[in-house]
């Protein structure tokens, strides 16, 4: 007489997701490298001071040498000058994350890679921030490197566009930001573009030769490389086109995280990431701004 079988369990279904391997590390050198390829004002600040950021609040620490006087020497006594180097804190308190939501269904019917589509996406997110942050340290500007006023900014045309974008220029080389090694740089949008490209003096990118402009540049005007960004937007009828040196300010970040976990009450995955970041305007003299009326000229 055979003996009688136990009944066995079946089985859990399993679930193969997109992210099955997802490996968070991986993901996040991707993103950071997709960070640092096309945001404009990236091209346009300096990392100098980055350093190891782990957390939001973290502190760079910029120690600037104090100048250094020459005097005439009139008799064999040399007197020495103290000098007392100028700390400055950059602080990484910009904070922001992202947190989307992928249905499972959604997944199996997509043709194209989700997770790298929705990183694709999350860049261009932190790049708007970013940028528009990065330009709003306009507000650092000098007044004796200000083109135009609040009260009376300036109306641009395709015959004014090139004098104005010289007294830009003119603005930094004035103020001593402007020497060998170190090339300007403006970024402007893309209804300032229209009047540039309309401009007989602008030298577009195809014709600068073998100089080598910022990656995005789309020229030359004034000796200045031309970046466009639609993030440059009117605030009070006005635009503050930005120019400046590499000098002019420092910038830190950290992707400082990127994970997948599954959602408990639903058929889905669950991404989420934190970037940290911040920027200071270490040498003002080195930054110049035109307020550029959103009304052109007649």
């Given at each position: 007489m055979a003996e009688p079988t136990t009944p066995t369990t079946p089985a859990a279904p399993t679930y193969s997701t997109t992210y099955s391997t997802f490996i968070p590390e991986i993901w996040s050198q991707k993103l950071n490298q997709m960070l640092e390829k096309n945001c404009v004002m990236l091209q346009c600040v300096n990392r100098n001071w980055e350093g190891?950021?782990?957390?939001?609040?973290?502190?760079?620490?910029?120690?600037?040498?104090?100048?250094?006087?020459?005097?005439?020497?009139?008799?064999?006594?040399?007197?020495?000058?103290?000098?007392?180097?100028?700390?400055?804190?950059?602080?990484?308190?910009?904070?922001k994350f992202f947190a989307f939501k992928i249905d499972d269904v959604a997944k199996v019917q997509s043709s194209m890679d989700i997770m790298e589509a929705h990183l694709g996406n999350a860049q261009k997110a932190i790049e708007e921030v970013q940028d528009s942050y990065l330009l709003g340290l306009q507000s650092d500007v000098p007044t004796a490197n200000v083109v135009g006023s609040e009260a009376?900014?300036?109306?641009?045309?395709?015959?004014?566009?090139?004098?104005?974008?010289?007294?830009?220029?003119?603005?930094?080389?004035?103020?001593?930001?402007?020497?060998?090694?170190?090339?300007?740089?403006?970024?402007?949008n893309p209804t300032i573009e229209s009047y540039l490209l309309q401009s007989t003096e602008f030298i577009s990118a195809h014709k600068v030769a073998d100089e080598t402009l910022r990656e995005g540049s789309i020229g030359r005007i004034a000796g200045m490389d031309v970046l466009v960004s639609t993030n440059l937007t009117a605030v009070d009828s006005?635009?503050?086109?930005?120019?400046?040196?590499?000098?002019?300010?420092?910038?830190?970040?950290?992707?400082?995280?990127?994970?997948?976990?599954?959602?408990?009450?639903?058929?889905?995955?669950?991404?989420?990431?934190?970037?940290?970041?911040?920027?200071?305007?270490?040498?003002?003299?080195?930054?110049?701004?035109?307020?550029?009326?959103?009304?052109?000229?007649?």
């Open positions: 190891d950021i782990k957390n939001q609040g973290d502190t760079v620490k910029i120690i600037t040498p104090a100048s250094v006087s020459v005097s005439t020497l009139t008799s064999e006594d040399i007197t020495y000058s103290t000098l007392t180097p100028t700390s400055l804190d950059l602080v990484i308190d910009q904070r009376s900014p300036i109306s641009l045309s395709k015959s004014s566009i090139y004098e104005n974008f010289v007294k830009l220029a003119l603005a930094l080389k004035n103020a001593n930001a402007v020497h060998a090694g170190v090339r300007p740089w403006v970024v402007i006005k635009y503050y086109v930005l120019a400046g040196t590499n000098e002019a300010i420092t910038f830190a970040s950290q992707l400082s995280k990127i994970e997948s976990l599954r959602d408990k009450d639903s058929f889905s995955d669950l991404v989420r990431g934190l970037y940290l970041y911040g920027a200071k305007t270490v040498q003002p003299n080195a930054l110049a701004k035109m307020i550029v009326s959103t009304t052109p000229a007649s």
